[in-house]
């Protein structure tokens, strides 16, 4: 498995922007297929954005074009650009590696949008 660490969550106001980071403590990081998910309370886990090991994206509709993945994989880390935040994407924010039958997540940063 591989041991996950996020940071950069937080309370931000409407329209505000927020960085998330996740290092991961793995040889061999660049590849995996890094992604964030985020929870919501009453709601199951939703996909965010993923990022390949090639480096090709992926998003999920209702944050294209406001949120950046992008990943540094000299530095073991991956991170997720939040910009023009609305109050529903206030949830806990998870960061995912996966590489075969590896499927690991981090514990989680709350991130609240609020004004």
């Known amino acids: 498995q591989v041991q996950l660490v996020e940071s950069g969550g937080g309370l931000v106001q409407p329209v505000g922007s927020l960085r998330l980071s996740c290092a991961a403590c793995?040889?061999?990081?660049?590849?995996?297929?890094m992604g964030w998910y985020r929870q919501a309370p009453g709601k199951q886990r939703e996909l965010v954005a993923t990022?390949?090991?090639?480096?090709?994206?992926n998003y999920a509709k209702s944050v294209k074009g406001r949120f950046t993945i992008s990943r540094d994989n000299t530095k073991n880390t991956v991170y997720l650009q939040m910009n023009s935040l609305k109050p529903e994407d206030t949830a806990v924010y998870y960061c995912?590696?996966?590489?075969?039958?590896?499927?690991?997540w981090g514990q989680g940063t709350q991130v609240t949008v609020s004004s």
């Open positions: 793995v040889i061999s990081f660049s590849t995996y297929t």
């Open positions: 990022i390949a090991s090639g480096g090709i994206t």
């Open positions: 995912n590696a996966r590489r075969g039958v590896v499927n690991s």
